[in-house]
């Protein structure tokens, strides 16, 4: 397989077919510069050598009804998250002031719930207006399912993209979650894509999915037309019903995230959670098909920091991405001072 001609075919806006994208899953390993750099190519056309920075924020830790099985948030497992209350607008707001301070281009308050009680709902969409009267950030909420009249006060009150990740096909889902189904999460993506917010929609690979299984995935997130491509890789967590899943191999990681990228040419496509423990050494290589990354830890877990991002993201020759569109170089040394709260456990 010439890989540059996938590239050329992206760039030319022709849809790469299921066979090819299942062709760069298969890529030798001595081939793996050469599809990185058709990756990077539809990657720099449609986003030059810009990263942004996307930083998450756990307001409502824990007590989740949903039993989602590789999350070690939900009230069906036997793990170790812990349990907190919704944090306040105050919180809210001083966490996005330490976002902002890390470079980040966009702030994501998140809840572990099967959708937003009024009075959460209250919370982060007073949080949402202060933070946008106060600093130029974009907004992410991911808050389980939502109704149409939910998603359009999300939208009214500031919060620019909403996340509800697939996580995996169809066919899979199932094994996976049984208290709500993969519809259910479609229709919530069409109902924020409607309220006229961007819509952050990807998944996890790792979850015991087959090949055509992370295939449908990719297909059907083209289909819905998402803004924006989370792919995440499994970290199992003690306590749940996937502690002890293998690890996904680094390289399988790689041609993963450039299978999305030729997929999903113009999308933001992040590597999102895992990437520290999948890719280890290899973590900026993830930055020739992907745009942008989570810095500042994930919900639960532990991740790199804001000092660390900066300095692979300034090692590798790539720059930041602000919300107001400016480019800065990363700065390691900017944001040496800047500590996440500690997380619950």
């Avoid at 009150?157 to 199932?174: A, C, I, K, P, Q």
Wanted: some cysteine; overall charge negative; proline content about 4%.
């Amino acid at each position: 397989m010439k890989w540059s001609l996938l590239a050329e075919h992206a760039l030319a806006g022709l849809a790469i077919s299921r066979d090819d994208a299942r062709a760069v899953l298969h890529a030798p390993a001595d081939e793996m510069l050469a599809l990185l750099d058709a990756a990077f190519t539809v990657r720099k056309a449609h986003w030059g050598r810009r990263v942004s920075l996307h930083v998450l924020e756990n307001a409502k830790l824990g007590a989740c009804p949903e039993d989602c099985g590789f999350c070690s948030q939900s009230s069906k497992h036997a793990s170790p998250s812990g349990e907190a209350p919704m944090k306040t607008v105050d919180e809210l707001v001083e966490a996005a002031r330490r976002a902002h301070a890390t470079k980040a281009k966009r702030y994501c308050m998140v809840t572990a719930t099967r959708g937003p009680s009024q009075r959460d709902l209250d919370t982060i969409c007073a949080a949402a207006e202060r933070i946008k009267a106060e600093m130029d950030i974009e907004l992410c909420a991911s808050l389980g399912i939502l109704t149409e009249a939910k998603a359009q006060r999300l939208a009214s009150s500031g919060v620019d993209r909403f996340n509800h990740n697939l996580e995996t096909s169809e066919r899979h889902y199932g094994a996976i979650v049984s208290t709500h189904t993969w519809r259910d999460r479609v229709e919530t993506v069409k109902l924020a894509k409607a309220a006229g917010m961007d819509t952050c929609c990807g998944g996890i690979v790792g979850l015991g999915e087959s090949e055509d299984d992370l295939l449908d995935l990719a297909f059907t997130l083209r289909e819905l037309d998402v803004d924006s491509v989370p792919v995440n890789f499994l970290d199992a967590r003690p306590g749940t019903p996937l502690a002890g899943y293998a690890k996904v191999e680094a390289g399988f990681a790689l041609r993963a995230l450039c299978m999305f990228r030729l997929v999903h040419p113009r999308t933001d496509l992040r590597v999102a959670g895992g990437r520290e423990l999948t890719l280890r050494a290899l973590q900026a290589m993830a930055l020739y098909p992907a745009n942008s990354i989570f810095t500042h830890g994930y919900l639960t877990t532990g991740g790199a920091t804001a000092e660390s991002d900066h300095q692979m993201i300034r090692d590798a020759g790539f720059e930041l991405e602000l919300a107001s569109g400016e480019t800065i170089p990363a700065d390691p040394e900017s944001v040496r001072g800047v500590r996440r709260l500690p997380m619950m456990q």
